[in-house]
Nanobody, 121 residues
Framework: QVQLVESGGGLVQAGGSMRLSCVASGRIFSINTMGWYRQAPGKQRELVASITSGGMRNYADSVKGRFTISRDSLKNTVYLQMDSLKPEDTGVYYC???????????????WGQGTQVTVSS
């Protein structure tokens, strides 16, 4: 009933830029926090950045000053602009959205399918 579709991953050289997008669709009443996580090979999934419905942003220390998260609430879309990419940014990036499907429903978290980001040195 809710789908998250990510796009924008791929291969980029160190120092380059990439923009990820995630669109939420389906039965949605309201969206709270939207965020991006990543998982490198052999490591746990970690928060990269998040943005609340009020526009408050939170970043992992490792990406501060290089990544920018934004959202378009009318389009139910969250973006991650990644600049000055480093090889250690390589991983699968997942979109996560906290939303309610109904006015009287509970808030639940949904995950996208993930998109691979590879930064070559």
């Amino acid at each position: 009933q809710v789908q998250l579709v990510e796009s924008g991953g791929g291969l980029v050289q160190a120092g380059g830029s990439m923009r990820l997008s995630c669109v939420a669709s389906g039965r949605i009443f309201s969206i709270n926090t939207m965020g991006w996580y990543r998982q490198a090979p052999g490591k746990q999934r970690e928060l990269v950045a998040s943005i609340t419905s009020g526009g408050m942003r939170n970043y992992a220390d490792s990406v501060k000053g290089r990544f920018t998260i934004s959202r378009d609430s009318l389009k139910n879309t969250v973006y991650l602009q990644m600049d000055s990419l480093k090889p250690e940014d390589t991983g699968v990036y997942y979109c996560n959205v906290d939303l309610r499907q109904y006015w009287n429903g509970n808030t639940r978290g949904y995950w996208g399918q993930g998109t691979q980001v590879t930064v070559s040195s």
